[in-house]
């Protein structure tokens, strides 16, 4: 009897181990990213061995000018993400002994966003935000340049929706929408 346990303990032992050696995304990471378009705070907290979910609120910029407005002007406006991420090449980047803490690797995302007309910051006056969904398949990657910071590069396009009536104008809005972010970050 101890040998059949000791066969089994063996046979199963090899398995373990390369289970447990499987590269996987880190159960919680917090942490803070700025860009040329906005600041953000965010978590990615672990669904499954290579499956995030990160959750961000933060603010976004958008240029403004042409016939609605006199000159150009920068617009901050509040945004909330919901964005399941895959990182797909967690295993290949550990096996070749890349850093792959806080989560750096390539990955597929879908991030669903909400621009609430809460507030808008602006330097022009009377300027609002106006309410807009928007899902955006995206492909990027995130990089470790040190212990604590890192930065990430993205680029999507999918789709927006502005709900234009509730702001006053005659139709709400559907169109093409492209997720292009370089962002530098610090994390906790």
Known sequence: MKGIFLKLALAILPLSTAIAQEAAVEESVWGIQTGFLGTWAHNEYRLAG???????????ATILGGSLYDGNSIIFVPVITLEPRWYYNLGKRNARKKNISGNAGNFVSLPVSYNPDWFAISDLKNVRAL????VIPTWGIKRNLGAVLNYEAGIGLGYRYIFAKSAGYRNNKGEAALNLHLRIGYKF
């Open 50 to 60: 290579q499956l995030a979910l990160r959750s961000e609120v933060g603010l976004d």
């Open 131 to 134: 309410n807009q969904v928007s």
